[in-house]
Structures are given as structure tokens and as C-alpha cells.
């Protein structure tokens, strides 16, 4: 990251060339659609650059919205970037198409623990992109340390109008089932209602929710509290160092966001192309340097400054492992109690 990362540009130079991501490639464009603030916007340069193809970029805030879209017209994009459990959904409705890996040499480079997951047990549709930890923001000026180390400071009177919550029906939800006791992948009915009953009541504390806005909501001091990633966390707190970041005591979700091609997308090589430089040493450096995210690359954790590749919140040891959950598609009945049931919340 930002303040850790030790590397030469000549060393950058060397490994991106190393890891097989040489010119060259065909002209056109590719169709990029991404979570905000998830990428060093001078990758699509270089790769422009090196490639001759044109990147049109958009980002989402969330799986759900990007679903909604994919849902409608998604062969406007060739390049999307869901969640592992939008992706196995993704699967599962065969709306991703299977990659050619002799296009995207560089997965090699990625580590072996993220290949074959859950979500796409033969590694057919996808290719990690960054991965991580979800957690608790506060700003140690503004919040009694006693209060901390569970989803409860979420919920805590205490610091009424000074508290964000995270705007997606899966990872609210989600966090509210972890409060509870249960799993993130409950598929009881009960206890979804009743995690949703448990934010209705938390309504009454909070300023608000966010996705993207908690960037400026914390690092300004506009709010005590969030939730996020722990990605983002280092790069609020490098803009306010009085912001700490913990792991709730009931547990937390460890995710991968990884990089798939919708069904029908027009310029599906243009795509392999641009995941392929995805995974080159240097694109993976410069998006480190950028992001904070933990990277699934080989070759760009070791070029990592000890400080950052022994950080235990970004990469994580089996202790850390055993407290986490990783989100599994869920049956569509439970989905549609999702969606009505985010309904009945945001009423």
C-alpha cells in the first residue's frame, strides 16, 4: 500500500514482463463495470497503452444493483466484478460466460488457495480480482474504546445521529444475523425476519446509510461509526489517523471480489485481455499502491513491504480464518424474503 510498498520501478517493469503481459492485443474497447473506488484509474491508461483497446468504465455500489443491471441488459458490459456469492448465482442462472484461460496466462500467478472456490468449483468463470475482511470503523476521538469489539457498538444510543450503516441488503442483513448468533447463510426464515426487526430498531441511532459516501462521512469526522471493508479502512486512515478499524467478536465476512464475462458480450477476447493485464505484476502493484485491498496475486505479495504482507487483517492467519464466513448463494425464496424484506427496512 500507499506508505509500505518497497519496489523499484524497474522491478515492477521486470515482473509485469515476467508475468507474460506483454504488448500488443487487439484494437476496440472493452466494456469494464466495477465497484467505486476499487482501482488505480491509470491501469485503464496502461493498459490502453499497451493494448490499443479503449476501456469504457462505470462502477456499482453493490451486487444487488449490479445484478439489477446485468439482469437487464448486461451484454453492454464485458467485464464485471461481483462477489463470490453473486457470482455462484451468476453461475448458476448461466449468465457469465466460460473464460478462455490460454487468453489469461497470468492466472497463474494467482494463489493457489483462491483457485477452484466454492463459487466456481472448476474455475471456469471467473478470476480473483481483490479479497478481504469486513469490519468496524470508528474514530478513537469520538467513540470509548470500552464500547468496542462487537456488531453492538452498531446499535449503541450512545452515539445516535454519529452512526453509518452499510447500504446493501445482503451485508446488513448479514451483519444483523452475525449480531444474533446465526449464520450469514441462514436459510431460516425466523431469523432473517428477526435480524431485520433488530435494524428496524437500529434506525432510531443511525445518521444514515452509506456505501461509497463513508469515504468522506469518516475522514472528515462527519461520523463516529461504520462499517466496511478493511481495504477502505486504510485508506480513510490515511486521511484521518484518529480512525481504528476491529474485527466484531461474533464473527465477520471474508469475501473475493473476482473478475467474470457476461453471457453475451461482445467483445469477450478484448475482456480476457484486459483480466488477463488485471494480473499482471504491475497492474496488481499499482492497484496495492492505490486501493489497500489484499491482492490474490503471487508475485505482488511479494514485492510487499513485511509491515503490509504480515498484516493480519489483510492477510489473515487460521485464528483470524476461524472467526469468518464467506457469504454461499441462497435458495431464490430466501432471496425474494431478502428483497422483501429490505423493503420493509427502508419503508
Do not use: H
Request: aromatic share 12%; with cysteine; proline share 4%.
Amino acid at each position: 500500500m500507499k506508505k509500505f510498498v518497497a519496489l523499484t520501478l524497474g522491478a515492477a517493469v521486470a515482473a509485469a514482463c515476467l508475468s507474460g503481459c506483454g504488448g500488443g492485443g487487439s484494437a476496440g474497447e472493452v466494456n469494464v463495470y466495477n465497484w467505486g473506488e476499487y482501482i488505480d484509474m491509470s491501469v485503464l491508461e496502461d493498459f490502453q497503452k499497451e493494448t490499443g483497446i479503449k476501456v469504457n468504465y462505470q462502477t456499482f455500489e453493490s451486487n444487488e444493483a449490479m445484478y439489477a443491471v446485468l439482469d437487464g441488459d448486461g451484454a453492454d458490459y464485458d467485464v464485471i466484478i461481483p462477489s463470490d456469492y453473486m457470482i455462484s448465482r451468476l453461475i448458476e442462472e448461466d449468465k457469465l460466460e466460460p473464460l478462455n484461460f490460454d487468453n489469461i496466462p497470468n492466472f497463474s500467478d494467482v494463489d493457489p488457495e483462491l483457485k477452484n472456490p466454492e463459487y466456481d468449483p472448476e474455475n471456469l468463470y471467473s478470476v480473483p480480482y481483490m479479497w478481504g475482511l469486513m469490519g468496524v470503523i470508528y474514530n478513537t476521538t469520538m467513540v470509548d474504546e470500552a464500547d468496542t469489539g462487537s456488531w453492538d457498538l452498531l446499535w449503541n444510543e450512545k452515539y445516535s445521529n454519529d452512526i453509518l450503516m452499510i447500504d446493501n441488503s445482503r451485508d446488513a442483513i448479514g451483519i444483523a444475523l452475525k449480531r444474533l448468533g446465526y449464520s450469514y447463510n441462514t436459510t431460516d426464515p425466523d431469523q432473517i425476519t428477526e435480524a431485520v426487526d433488530s435494524l428496524i430498531e437500529q434506525k432510531s441511532v443511525l445518521q444514515g446509510y452509506a456505501m461509497d459516501q463513508i469515504f468522506s462521512k469518516m475522514e472528515g469526522s462527519n461520523a463516529a461509526i461504520g462499517t466496511y471493508y478493511y481495504g477502505d479502512f486504510l485508506t480513510m486512515q490515511e486521511n484521518n489517523s484518529d480512525l481504528a478499524f476491529y474485527l466484531p467478536e461474533e464473527g465477520t465476512n471474508i469475501y473475493v471480489d473476482a473478475m467474470c464475462i457476461p453471457k453475451g458480450a461482445a467483445n469477450k477476447e478484448n475482456a480476457e485481455a484486459f483480466i488477463n493485464y488485471m494480473c499482471s505484476t504491475q497492474a496488481g502493484l499499482k492497484n496495492c499502491e492505490e486501493i489497500w485491498y489484499s491482492t490474490p496475486l503471487m508475485s505482488v505479495r511479494e514485492e510487499l513491504d513485511p509491515e503490509v504482507s504480515s498484516d493480519p487483517m489483510a492477510y489473515p492467519d487460521a485464528e483470524i480464518m476461524a472467526q469468518c464466513e464467506s457469504y454461499t448463494n441462497l435458495p431464490q425464496d430466501i432471496l425474494d424474503l431478502y428483497t422483501s424484506e429490505w423493503l420493509r427496512l427502508k419503508a
